[in-house]
């Protein structure tokens, strides 16, 4: 039994405080939950955890991807952690639970979902990306950067197992369309579009033999509720080392600190700090937006690990310069490009806003 699903499925169900991190609370009342999914089979191995308000469910088990059984379990447990954020009346409890009653599938309920089905390799190591204050499309750049850019991925060039490239799959969120590029040979049809990370995301990355690499989280919370309720605050699950980049090639796109929407009141473009998870925790002007990576092998579906990959000195500059940029960025106050173009605008809480002052516009004479 060397078959394995890893799910990843998050949500925010309350803010301690405000929107800054997860109570202790939550995470005992989820661990509980996915200790007596294990004892009753539901589910290998779990392992939960937070970052920022967001809290993350990683679990392994074999029925594969978008299992009820799985969905439900996620779904129930949100709902058991919302009970005591609710009686701990911590921030916006239940916040992206977005339907009153569970219907086979948390996806479009709400919670940010990454999945992947494989057969265990004879060492099979995983990296697990969790982000706060930031959308859907945050993984776009560091994905292209890790299987598609020789400048960050030794491998593409030197290593025979990784020289082929890889192959892209690429969803349009607004449209509910999706389309598959392979690199290196359509580099440049796929920037076309995940640049534009607001619209188009990268679902998932395989080998040229369709091998499963990397899964992200495309869900957009504002698209399913239609008005603002809180940042998607995405997952991504990337397999390495082998026909895989290496550890150090996954973690190395993050040494630039790339500039993403979220922030305050999700209205912000900031850059994307890596923190070890001590420090997934954003409080100043709800940010700069945070990302953490877990490292674990995998073996007989269990999970070895974590291992905290960004409590690194390595990415000190990283982080120094994040301050910098956020320095800056801050000094814009309400003006773009430091809060976001009009057309995300909508997607907030600005909207209504606008609709009071609508009558106050006339004809210029
Ligand atoms: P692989 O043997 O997995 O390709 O590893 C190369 C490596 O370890 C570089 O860090
Ligand atoms: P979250 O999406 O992390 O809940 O943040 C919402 C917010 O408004 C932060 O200022
Ligand atoms: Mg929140
Ligand atoms: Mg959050």
């Not at 070890?276 to 925790?281: E, G, K, Q, R």
């Not at 309400?334 to 002052?357: A, C, D, I, N, S």
Request: net charge negative; hydrophobic share 40%; charged share 25%.
């Amino acid at each position: 039994m060397d078959h394995i699903t890893l799910s990843v499925i998050k949500a925010d169900v309350g803010g301690f405080v405000g929107h800054s991190s997860v109570h202790d609370e939550l995470i005992e009342e989820a661990e509980d939950r996915l200790e007596a999914a294990v004892k009753e089979d539901i589910i290998v191995d779990f392992h939960v955890t937070a970052c920022g308000d967001d809290l993350q469910l990683i679990m392994t088990h074999r029925k594969g991807v978008d299992h009820p059984d799985i969905h439900r379990l996620a779904w129930e447990t949100f709902e058991a952690c919302t009970e005591v954020a609710e009686r701990l009346k911590l921030y916006g409890a239940g916040q992206d639970l977005l339907a009153d009653a569970f219907s086979g599938n948390v996806k479009g309920m709400g919670p940010g979902v990454a999945e992947m089905e494989f057969t265990e390799r004879p060492s099979e190591p995983v990296l697990i990306f969790m982000a706060d204050k930031t959308s859907a499309g945050a993984w776009n750049l560091p994905l292209y950067r890790m299987f598609a850019d020789p400048f960050n991925t030794a491998g593409l060039v030197i290593s025979p197992a990784m020289h082929e490239g890889f192959r892209f799959e690429v969803h349009d969120v607004k449209e509910s369309k999706r389309v598959f590029f392979d690199t290196p040979e359509e580099l440049y049809d796929l920037l076309v579009f995940i640049g534009a990370p607001g619209r188009y995301a990268v679902k998932a990355v395989y080998t040229k033999k369709g091998e499963i690499a990397a899964v992200s989280s495309t869900q957009r919370l504002s698209l399913i509720a239609g008005r603002y309720v809180g940042k998607d605050d995405p997952v991504c699950i990337v397999r390495s080392q082998g026909e895989f980049p290496a550890v150090g090639e996954v973690l190395e796109p993050f040494t630039m600190p790339h500039i993403v929407e979220g922030w305050m009141r999700g209205s912000h473009y900031g850059p994307l700090m890596p923190v070890p998870l001590y420090h997934a925790t954003p409080s100043r002007f709800d940010g700069p937006p945070r990302v953490v990576s877990l490292g674990f092998q995998i073996a007989g579906g269990r999970l070895v690990g974590p291992r905290d990959m960004f409590d690194d000195p390595g990415f000190d500059e990283a982080r120094r310069l994040c301050n910098v940029i956020a320095d800056h960025f801050r000094r814009h106050g309400p003006f773009e490009p430091h809060r976001l173009p009009m057309e995300e605008m909508e997607y907030t809480t600005l909207p209504q806003v606008m609709e009071k002052l609508s009558g106050r516009w006339e004809a210029i004479p």
